[in-house]
């Protein structure tokens, strides 16, 4: 069955499940994350790293070690804190995946998916790819039967006191179904 959407002025036509670059294939550190989400979930909660924007695999993957890197030893969290983040170039990066809670927001953590859209966006917003990776996401979600179909979408903003998204996110976030 195809899903026609409209998202941001673009009409887009979602069948199936996006490809997900799983953790492994990012990053040579296993998550040490154990809690367990229980689904569906009820929310998704939009982010930005507030890093740099990658537009290619082998940027991304890069700035994914960073950004892991400062979660672990310096929050001194299991592993990265969101569940999936996404690139400029597309692609759909797996974090602590669908089965384990994040650490991205609290008090929404365990009935919340965290996607976060790597790099900084208070004056700019994700290209089209990035948004249509999204997108999909959330559908494959849906399709998956690990969020509601009912869901309610959120910028992190919204649950507590963070300029995150970004301003230019956040707009556009408020533009999709489900705000």
């Known amino acids: 069955m195809k899903l026609l959407l409209l998202i941001s002025g673009i009409l887009l036509a979602v069948q199936g499940c996006p490809r997900i670059i799983k953790h492994s294939d990012w990053t040579n550190i296993p998550s040490q994350c154990n809690i367990a989400l229980e689904k569906p979930e009820p929310f998704i909660?939009?982010?930005?790293?507030?890093?740099?924007?990658?537009?290619?695999?082998?940027?991304?993957?890069?700035?994914?070690?960073?950004?892991?890197?400062?979660?672990?030893?310096?929050?001194?969290?299991?592993d990265i804190c969101y569940n999936f983040l996404i690139g400029e170039d597309g692609n759909i990066y797996e974090g602590r995946g669908w089965n384990k809670s994040g650490a991205h927001t609290p008090q929404f953590n365990h009935l919340s998916f965290g996607i976060a859209f790597m790099g900084n966006f208070m004056k700019d917003s994700p290209n089209n790819l990035a948004v249509i990776a999204a997108t999909k996401l959330i559908k494959c979600a849906?399709?998956?039967?690990?969020?509601?179909?009912?869901?309610?979408?959120?910028g992190h903003r919204d649950l507590g006191e963070t300029t995150c998204p970004g301003n230019s996110l956040y707009k556009t976030i408020k533009e999709w179904p489900k705000w």
């Open 45 to 78: 909660v939009i982010h930005h790293t507030s890093g740099k924007r990658c537009f290619h695999k082998t940027t991304c993957k890069r700035e994914l070690q960073i950004i892991q890197k400062n979660h672990i030893s310096v929050h001194h969290w299991c």
């Open 142 to 154: 849906i399709s998956k039967n690990y969020l509601v179909s009912h869901y309610t979408l959120k």
